[in-house]
């Protein structure tokens, strides 16, 4: 069965840092990996998709890193901006079934 | 460009009662997923339809709990009898992309009595 961990669960961080989440998938049998944000009461909103053939995505400040082989994600935000705290949620495709992990709350202070 | 739309937005009912929501995906878009959210349990994929046929409904916790999807463009979860542990954030997403990305819909907050 799959399972997704995301390390840390929550994160505190100044405006202006960059900063590293962690994701890691027990099977990497899986079809693409696709990060998320969500907003307190909103819904989910897709940032990256990485495919399972590719190393790395980026949009913007935003760029994604997968290691399948060893079952690990990264997203790193540079500059943070106190826009961009919310709840970060990775999610692999695993067969028909997105797995998602149980998110990193991020807070960027200004 | 309209994303996947949900109604209602918010709904309070009291338990025993029938509650069904509505779900517009984005159009061209031939998967259509139904997920719950909650504290205890995080995101949870309930049913999986695929040019509008159901595919794999494992995730759907009791008979107490139906899906249908009549054509392309609409799809309804509905919960017969409802129970306050069914309370929870319920979305729906869509992906039409060979890539298999999924986009989400805002959900529906369900508060059962």
């Known amino acids: 069965k799959q399972e997704v961990t995301q390390i840390p669960a929550a994160l505190s961080v100044p405006e202006g840092e960059n900063l590293v989440l962690n994701c890691s998938f027990t099977?990497?049998?899986?079809?693409?990996l696709q990060w998320f944000r969500q907003d307190p009461g909103k819904g989910l909103t897709s940032l990256l998709l990485i495919q399972s053939s590719q190393r790395e995505q980026t949009s913007g400040r935003l760029n994604a890193s997968l290691d399948k082989s060893s079952g690990r994600s990264t997203l790193y935000i540079a500059a943070s901006q106190p826009g961009d705290s919310a709840t970060y949620l990775c999610a692999v495709l695993d067969g028909n079934k997105l797995v998602f992990g149980a998110g990193t709350i991020l807070r960027v202070k200004s | 460009d309209a994303g996947v739309i949900q109604s209602p937005r918010h709904e309070v009912t009291e338990m025993g009662q029938e509650v069904t929501l509505r779900c517009k995906p984005i159009s061209g878009h031939n998967s259509l997923f139904w997920y719950r959210q909650t504290m205890m349990r995080g995101l949870e994929l309930l049913i999986y339809f695929n040019n509008n046929v159901p595919i794999d409904d494992s995730g759907m916790p009791e008979d107490r709990f139906s899906a249908k999807m009549p054509n392309a463009s609409f799809s309804t979860l509905k919960i017969q009898p409802s129970e306050p542990r069914d309370s929870a954030v319920y979305f729906c997403?869509?992906?039409?992309?060979?890539?298999?990305?999924?986009?989400f819909g805002p959900g529906t907050r369900l508060t059962v009595l």
């Open positions: 997403a869509s992906s039409g992309t060979q890539q298999g990305e999924q986009f």
């Open positions: 099977d990497s049998a899986i079809y693409n």
